[in-house]
């Protein structure tokens, strides 16, 4: 079984956890792993520079969590981080004082650079840091292009009445409480799929989207030229899940990005936003929480399988459960083909 999932953001790592586990449990290979193969291809909009070190949180949230390195309590970092580089670094004035690098991140960023610097492309550094622990699956960064997302916010102070702020600072420091008029990556249009992604698209059994944020994190994915078309070309079925339920986002501020791209945050308005591949869209089936189930027939109306299932991934029991209603809807999709 070869599942590629496109995520980015903590409830993409919390799903990818899911998927490795549901995985092991399905296709055990005897010694505790799993004759499946997981590609993750990662959001890298959110990525930056920052006190002359490159940034990518997406990455670093998957890699920390599939190693269990990850700190549950904080939702993002190191377990047993400590600040003292930060707090050194604001005495200095470098560098957001909003924005906090613990030394055992800080630790990941510099490798990162050194790398970069010595010329390796984010691809090949992500690789690198992969071999420190057992993941399990495979990561992979949506593009080694730099396709930082800015957004473009009002301010009356200036003259046209609009200023643009890196995605992280407007997130970070504003907590998205500035109305975003739009979102921008940077490069997007000169971008291409960083070595692999569309290998693995187009070689899977299944695709997954994430419940990640559907306008960031997966929009930035999708942008990449090159991403969208290998998703419309693979054979395997692609089944999204949501990442609103009952009308509130699962986590993070989703619901103050969708308005910007005039999407309603609602488990349907964001199926139809991706849309049905029979209609040019990204998606075949389409998981919403059992609080949504009136939306399922309205939904599969739209051209996809729609199906209602619990979607609160609150331990990794509950987030395997949801993997495995994803997989179950695409061997429910590929069945029906069968039959045509």
Not at 83 to 89: G, K, S, T, Y
Not at 129 to 136: E, F, S
Not at 167 to 192: C, G, K, S, V
């Amino acid at each position: 079984m070869r599942i590629t999932v496109l995520a980015g953001g903590v409830g993409g790592a919390r799903f990818v956890r899911g998927v490795r586990e549901e995985c092991a449990r399905r296709w055990p290979d005897g010694s505790g792993g799993t004759d499946a193969s997981v590609t993750v291809v990662v959001n890298t909009g959110d990525d930056l520079w920052l006190a002359g070190v490159r940034l990518m949180p997406d990455f670093d949230s998957l890699l920390y969590s599939l190693a269990g390195v990850n700190d549950t309590e904080r939702g993002w970092g190191r377990a047993g981080e400590t600040e003292r580089v930060a707090a050194e670094l604001r005495e200095w004035g470098v560098g957001w004082p909003w924005f906090t690098l613990g030394d055992l991140d800080l630790g990941t960023h510099l490798a990162r650079t050194a790398w970069l610097r010595e010329g390796a492309t984010p691809s090949e550094v992500a690789r690198r840091l992969q071999l420190r622990w057992p993941l399990g699956v495979r990561l992979i960064p949506a593009t080694d292009t730099e396709v930082d997302t800015h957004v473009l916010v009002a301010d009356a102070d200036q003259l046209d009445g609009e200023r643009e702020l890196h995605f992280q600072e407007w997130w970070t420091r504003y907590r998205a409480a500035l109305p975003a008029i739009a979102f921008r990556q940077r490069n997007i249009e000169d971008a291409r799929p960083a070595p692999g992604v569309v290998e693995a698209i187009l070689g899977s059994d299944l695709v997954l989207v994430a419940p990640s944020n559907p306008v960031v994190s997966i929009g930035t994915i999708v942008s990449v030229p090159g991403i969208r078309e290998a998703i419309l070309e693979t054979r395997a079925p692609v089944v999204g899940v949501s990442p609103i339920i009952g009308g509130k986002v699962v986590r993070g501020m989703a619901d103050a990005c969708l308005p910007a791209i005039g999407v309603d945050t609602s488990a349907e308005a964001v199926g139809r936003h991706y849309g049905a591949r029979s209609a040019g869209g990204i998606l075949d089936g389409w998981l919403v929480d059992e609080a949504d189930a009136a939306a399922v027939a309205s939904l599969e109306e739209a051209g996809l399988v729609a199906a209602s299932v619990p979607l609160w991934m609150r331990d990794l029991d509950t987030s395997a459960a949801l993997a495995g209603a994803s997989i179950e809807l695409g061997d429910r999709i590929q069945e029906h083909r069968e039959l045509r």
